[in-house]
């Protein structure tokens, strides 16, 4: 019986410190789903608000283990004056991979794009994005390999509020 408790108590606080495979912060991420195979890159989109739409964070509608995620995909449309990406991964060149945390605040080795990351984007001479801004949504794809965003809302005070929308159809 002892052995028992010891497992379950062992079971428990290694399930529950499992630390997030995607950290989103202001200023920087961290995707542990990043490799060197098939999965290595990012997208990174400052949203607004559609006309007439209001989204609160603190409504009913957010609360809970699993909120609302249609409010936010549906009143919330691209800032096409930030919309920046990476892909590190080319068969055609070197490029650098995406590993470990990446900044959007520091140069880490590489230019990012404007626009989406697999076509319709221009090279830029822009290392550094600079940190996400309060009172500001943003979208995050191409995170794994399947239809996955991370919206995140940093509010006032410089808090990120997180909402993941899985779009997979399995």
Do not use: Q
């Given at each position: 019986?002892?052995?028992?408790?010891?497992?379950?108590?062992?079971?428990?606080?290694?399930?529950?410190?499992?630390?997030?495979?995607?950290?989103?912060?202001?200023?920087?991420?961290?995707?542990?789903?990043?490799?060197?195979?098939?999965?290595?890159?990012?997208?990174?989109?400052?949203?607004?608000?559609?006309?007439?739409?209001?989204?609160?964070?603190?409504?009913?509608?957010?609360?809970?283990?699993?909120?609302?995620?249609?409010?936010?995909?549906?009143?919330?449309?691209?800032?096409?004056?930030?919309?920046?990406?990476?892909?590190?991964?080319?068969?055609?060149?070197?490029?650098?991979?995406?590993?470990?945390?990446?900044?959007?605040?520091?140069?880490?080795?590489?230019?990012?794009?404007?626009?989406?990351?697999?076509?319709?984007?221009?090279?830029?001479?822009?290392?550094?994005?600079?940190?996400?801004?309060?009172?500001?949504?943003?979208?995050?794809?191409?995170?794994?390999?399947?239809?996955?965003?991370?919206?995140?809302y940093i509010d006032g005070e410089g808090k990120v509020?997180?909402?993941?929308?899985?779009?997979?159809?399995?």
């Amino acid at each position: 019986m002892r052995i028992l408790i010891i497992m379950v108590t062992i079971v428990f606080f290694t399930s529950c410190s499992e630390e997030p495979k995607i950290v989103i912060a202001k200023d920087y991420i961290i995707n542990k789903h990043w490799d060197d195979e098939r999965n290595n890159a990012i997208l990174v989109e400052r949203m607004k608000l559609k006309k007439d739409s209001v989204l609160n964070i603190f409504s009913s509608d957010f609360k809970g283990e699993i909120p609302n995620h249609w409010n936010i995909t549906n009143k919330l449309e691209v800032d096409s004056t930030f919309m920046y990406s990476y892909a590190g991964l080319n068969s055609k060149e070197d490029r650098v991979k995406l590993k470990g945390k990446i900044f959007f605040n520091k140069d880490n080795g590489f230019y990012w794009n404007f626009g989406n990351t697999y076509y319709g984007h221009k090279k830029t001479d822009k290392n550094v994005i600079g940190s996400l801004e309060n009172n500001t949504w943003y979208k995050f794809s191409d995170l794994k390999t399947i239809a996955y965003y991370v919206y995140v809302y940093i509010d006032g005070e410089g808090k990120v509020h997180r909402f993941n929308v899985n779009m997979s159809n399995y």
